[in-house]
């Protein structure tokens, strides 16, 4: 079945340095992905859009890219700060099944 | 905020109650979903609705029942629930199916 996979293990980093996330997909081809924020308690947040044709795009701090190769996105956040902590989710929407499918998200723990 | 509101924030509920969860939007957007959301899980896709139109999701329990009055409220009517239906009920939009989605803050759901 489709699937995406993002560490599950929290990733902890001093503030000032660059956060890189992984997500991984299987068994299908998106034609974009999508990176949200979630903080404890609330709905996740829409953060960037990525399509296929595109390698990298960039908002602010924020880098997303996107390899169909390795069947890989990245997200980075340059000069982190202690406000960045949160847990990040990845999703791609599938047309067939017609659904955003997520993954668990990965926390990002950024100390001053 | 992100122009999505639900409502209640917070609800602990009986076995045998019956209550509803509300979901407002004033983005304009055609497409409206409920998602479930449980610890260490990835965000559980429950129903969606586009321009007022539901899509059938047949793995969601018959105790969970979507209505779309018109295309800016959406509810979830709860029966008859169990413990394990316990989590964080959020409800999203977009301006169509698949394209980037705007959550609420989410129910947080006890069942005792």
């Known amino acids: 079945s489709q699937k995406i996979e993002q560490n599950s293990e929290a990733l902890n980093i001093q503030e000032g340095k660059t956060a890189t996330l992984t997500c991984n997909y299987t068994?299908?081809?998106?034609?974009?992905l999508q990176w949200y924020r979630q903080d404890p308690g609330r709905g996740p947040v829409f953060l960037l859009l990525?399509?296929?044709?595109?390698k990298e795009k960039r908002k602010e701090r924020l880098k997303v890219t996107f390899d169909t190769t390795l069947k890989q996105s990245l997200f980075h956040i340059t000069a982190s700060q202690p406000a960045d902590s949160a847990t990040y989710l990845c999703?791609?929407?599938?047309?067939?099944?017609?659904?955003?499918?997520f993954g668990t998200g990965t926390r990002l723990l950024v100390s001053p | 905020e992100t122009g999505v509101t639900q409502t209640p924030r917070h609800l602990v509920m009986g076995m045998t109650n019956k209550k509803s969860l509300k979901c407002e939007q004033h983005?304009?957007?055609?497409?409206m979903y409920w998602y479930k959301q449980s610890a260490k899980k990835p965000l559980e896709l429950m129903f969606v609705?586009?321009?007022?139109?539901?899509?059938e999701n047949n793995s969601v329990p018959s105790r969970f029942s979507p209505e779309c009055p018109n295309s800016s409220h959406l509810f979830l009517h709860l029966h008859t629930l169990q413990p394990e239906d316990s989590a964080l009920y959020l409800c999203a939009s977009s301006q169509e199916e698949g394209t980037e989605a705007f959550f609420g803050q989410g129910t947080r759901l006890t069942v005792v």
């Open positions: 983005l304009g957007h055609n497409a």
């Open positions: 609705y586009s321009l007022e139109e539901r899509v």
């Open positions: 068994n299908y081809s998106p034609a974009y």
């Open positions: 999703a791609f929407y599938h047309t067939g099944f017609q659904k955003l499918v």
């Open positions: 990525i399509r296929e044709n595109e």
